[in-house]
Antibody, heavy 120, light 106 residues
């Protein structure tokens, strides 16, 4: 059974840093691109980052580029999101998701999410 | 960046009623995918590659479309279909999501 379990969330002050982790199991982690998606309270879904199978390629939207860094450790089947210079608008539930390429590219498994609150 | 516009934002349907949710893209996309999300839960893949149902999705659901216009249809609304539905596309190494359609039962 595929499982994605996020951890590392919490309350952090504006301008500070936080690192999220996602532990993957039930599939060959190194074979899949992975992504982070967030959802602000009562809002919609926003893509945050994608990483290639080896970790050599990473992609971000402008809203987090230069502040967030996605990484992975295939030996540990783990995905990470380093978030720096956090802003109040980064407050959200952060989901780890597996990327799959069928005909199109979509996210076929999601974790339960971890809450990040940026507030003084 | 391709922007996805969903309509309606919210809607209520009676049991047995046909429901259609639309997703329009600012530029042509090859495929559209849909997720269902219930309160307090993670999004679930619902329809992928425009018209394929994810595992466990009832066949009263269907997806269609091409180019810049896509839709999710429920042939006969049931109480359990109450949820928010999001469309999603991928292009130029970026995912974008629609703003969501909240579907309620009358």
């Amino acid at each position: 059974e595929v499982q994605l379990v996020e951890s590392g969330g919490g309350l952090v002050q504006p301008g500070r840093s936080l690192k999220l982790s996602c532990a993957a199991s039930g599939f060959t982690f190194s074979n899949y691109y992975m992504a982070w998606v967030r959802q602000a309270p009562k809002k919609g879904l926003e893509w945050v980052a994608t990483i290639s199978t080896s970790g050599s390629r990473t992609y971000y939207p402008d809203s987090v580029k230069g502040r967030f860094t996605i990484s992975r450790d295939n030996a540990k089947s783990s995905l990470y999101l380093q978030m720096n210079s956090l802003k109040s608008e980064d407050t959200a539930t952060y989901y780890c998701a597996r990327t799959i390429h069928t005909m199109g590219i979509t996210l076929d498994y999601w974790g339960q999410g971890v809450m990040v609150t940026v507030s003084s | 960046e391709i922007v996805l516009t969903q309509s309606p934002t919210t809607m209520a349907a009676s049991p047995g009623e046909k429901v259609t949710i639309t997703c329009r893209a600012s530029s042509s996309v090859s495929y559209m995918h849909w997720y269902q999300q219930k309160p307090g839960a993670s999004p679930k893949p619902w329809i992928y590659d425009t018209s394929k149902l994810a595992s466990g999705v009832p066949n009263r659901f269907s997806g269609s479309g091409s180019g810049t216009s896509y839709s999710l249809t429920i042939s006969s609304m049931e109480t359990e279909d109450t949820a928010t539905y999001y469309c999603q596309q991928w292009s130029s190494n970026s995912f974008t999501f629609g703003s969501g359609t909240k579907l309620e039962i009358k």
